[in-house]
């Protein structure tokens, strides 16, 4: 049975209608921001994700995928991870600092900037189980995360710190590190009981405290791409220097020993 052309547009639209909440979301983020209100642009910011995840598996299984989708998608994640994030760790940490506050702040629009237009030039050679760099909702989610956080232990943030992990999250952004992207799961396929349950089980978990645990969960993730990193290159120093055992060693056994040789000239002699 074919598809009327209505079908069609619909396939197309229900993409771009989850990109456009999104959108939504992280410009209201900015608003809630402005007046004060944190807790609330944080939840927005959270919100955006959640549509940004649906926008991108809403296209693969409808086959859904356009070249203006993905564009579409790129500016809205500008706004909703990128500018918003870094008006709102502004408005809450880094105001007292001055100038090398909103430079911190700066750094992570540029750095999800950078991020973003590497991810679209990159998009078709890059390995798809990893992120080249630390995606920009993960940023986006931790500094969210982090105002739920200090709202639920009625704390402020220090200022200095919150500069320095914004200053660290805009360099992960543009760095090489791999962070793991979870794309290579077929939600198409059967099979996937297992990951059913380890997502109803994350659930249940983040329910018993949700500000502390989702604060944990995404600066876990934040960690794990620079920890996966050193941990890779420990095991690549070890495998060079077992290399380097393993030459010297067969050098050792092809070079004669010096008894060796005193016998052969003595019979010589």
């Known amino acids: 049975m074919r598809e009327t052309s209505q079908q069609r547009r619909a396939v197309y639209i229900l993409p771009s209608l989850f ?77 007292p600092l001055g100038k090398p506050g909103w430079l911190a702040a700066f750094l992570m629009v540029a750095g999800a900037a950078l991020r973003l237009a590497r991810f679209n030039v990159q998009h078709d050679v890059q390995d798809k189980r990893y992120f080249s760099g630390l995606p920009t909702p993960a940023a986006a989610l931790l500094i969210a995360s982090a105002v739920l956080f200090y709202h639920d232990i009625e704390s402020l943030p220090w200022s200095w710190l919150w500069w320095m992990i914004s200053v660290a999250l805009a360099w992960l952004m543009v760095s090489n590190t791999r962070f793991i992207s979870g794309k290579d799961i077929d939600l198409r396929k059967g099979r996937q009981f297992t990951l059913v349950l380890l997502m109803v089980m994350m659930i249940t978990i983040v329910m018993v405290a949700p500000y502390r645990i989702l604060f944990a969960v995404f600066m876990a993730y934040c960690l794990h791409g620079s920890m996966m990193c050193l941990w890779q290159h420990h095991r690549i120093k070890e495998l ?11 050098k050792q056994q092809q070079q004669p020993s010096p008894t060796t040789e005193t016998v052969e000239h003595e019979e010589k002699d």
């Open 19 to 95: 990109t456009t909440m999104g959108l939504f979301a992280g410009f209201y983020s900015l608003i809630a921001s402005v007046q004060g209100r944190f807790e609330l642009a944080a939840w927005t910011i959270i919100a955006a994700a959640i549509f940004d995840i649906l926008d991108g598996r809403v296209a693969r299984l409808l086959n859904a995928e356009t070249s203006f989708g993905a564009e579409y998608d790129s500016l809205c994640d500008m706004l909703s991870f990128g500018i918003a994030p870094a008006v709102l760790v502004y408005l809450w940490a880094l105001t």
């Open 240 to 250: 060079r220097q077992s290399r380097r055992q393993r030459r010297a060693e067969r």
